[in-house]
């Protein structure tokens, strides 16, 4: 039996990754800050991305993985892959 949500119950629930170039980010959300956040699964280094929208997120995402993937480029190092 599936429980009732009240407009009394504070409901937050995300299912899905992001995704780009290969790569899956995760999406939390910061309900005291107002802050979406999250980082890239799935490998040695670490990418961390925030925004205050969905939108914002995604594009703060995107561009992390691109400055990620420029200065793995600038330094003659192979970018990590998905380890999953």
């Known amino acids: 039996m599936k429980k009732k949500v009240s407009a009394h119950t504070p409901v937050v629930s995300v299912s899905d990754y992001l995704a780009y170039k290969d790569y899956l980010g995760t999406m939390r959300i910061d309900l005291e800050l107002n802050m979406h956040f999250g980082h890239v699964i799935g490998m040695n280094d670490k990418i961390i991305y925030q925004g205050r929208t969905v939108k914002a997120l995604e594009k703060d995402f995107q561009e992390s993985v691109d400055e990620y993937i420029e ?14």
């Open 71 to 84: 200065s793995c480029n600038e330094v003659g190092k192979k970018p990590d892959g998905l380890l999953i």
